[in-house]
Protein backbone atom coordinates (compact mmCIF):
# COMPACT_ATOMS: atom_id res chain seq x y z
CA UNK A 1 0.00 0.00 0.00
CA UNK A 2 2.65 2.52 0.64
CA UNK A 3 4.59 1.56 -2.45
CA UNK A 4 1.03 2.36 -4.62
CA UNK A 5 0.71 6.01 -2.71
CA UNK A 6 4.68 7.05 -2.76
CA UNK A 7 4.64 6.13 -6.72
CA UNK A 8 1.09 8.33 -6.76
CA UNK A 9 2.62 11.19 -4.99
CA UNK A 10 6.11 10.92 -7.68
CA UNK A 11 4.08 11.06 -10.52
CA UNK A 12 1.61 14.13 -9.04
CA UNK A 13 4.88 15.74 -7.96
CA UNK A 14 6.05 15.44 -11.50
CA UNK A 15 3.13 16.36 -13.27
CA UNK A 16 2.95 19.81 -10.98
CA UNK A 17 6.64 20.55 -12.06
CA UNK A 18 5.07 19.66 -15.83
CA UNK A 19 1.97 22.60 -15.68
CA UNK A 20 3.91 24.89 -14.29
CA UNK A 21 6.57 24.96 -16.80
CA UNK A 22 3.68 25.41 -19.43
CA UNK A 23 2.27 27.82 -17.03
CA UNK A 24 5.31 30.01 -17.07
CA UNK A 25 6.15 29.95 -20.98
CA UNK A 26 2.25 30.73 -21.54
CA UNK A 27 2.63 32.98 -18.98
CA UNK A 28 6.04 35.00 -20.95
CA UNK A 29 4.49 34.59 -24.12
CA UNK A 30 1.41 36.48 -23.32
CA UNK A 31 3.68 39.10 -21.93
CA UNK A 32 5.38 39.45 -24.77
CA UNK A 33 3.15 39.66 -27.11
CA UNK A 34 0.92 42.32 -24.70
CA UNK A 35 4.27 44.43 -25.00
CA UNK A 36 4.49 44.32 -28.31
CA UNK A 37 0.76 45.17 -29.07
CA UNK A 38 0.88 48.21 -26.54
CA UNK A 39 4.17 49.34 -28.39
CA UNK A 40 2.44 48.84 -31.43
CA UNK A 41 -0.56 50.92 -30.67
CA UNK A 42 1.83 54.10 -28.95
CA UNK A 43 3.63 54.23 -32.19
CA UNK A 44 0.41 54.49 -34.54
CA UNK A 45 -1.44 56.95 -31.98
CA UNK A 46 0.51 60.01 -33.73
CA UNK A 47 -1.21 59.13 -37.01
CA UNK A 48 -4.46 59.45 -35.70
CA UNK A 49 -6.63 62.66 -37.38
CA UNK A 50 -9.61 63.45 -35.26
Do not use: C
Request: glycine share 14%; charged share 20%; proline share 0%.
Amino acid sequence: MEEKIYKTMGRSGAWNIAIGVVVIVIGLAAGVVSILTGAKLIKDRAGLMF
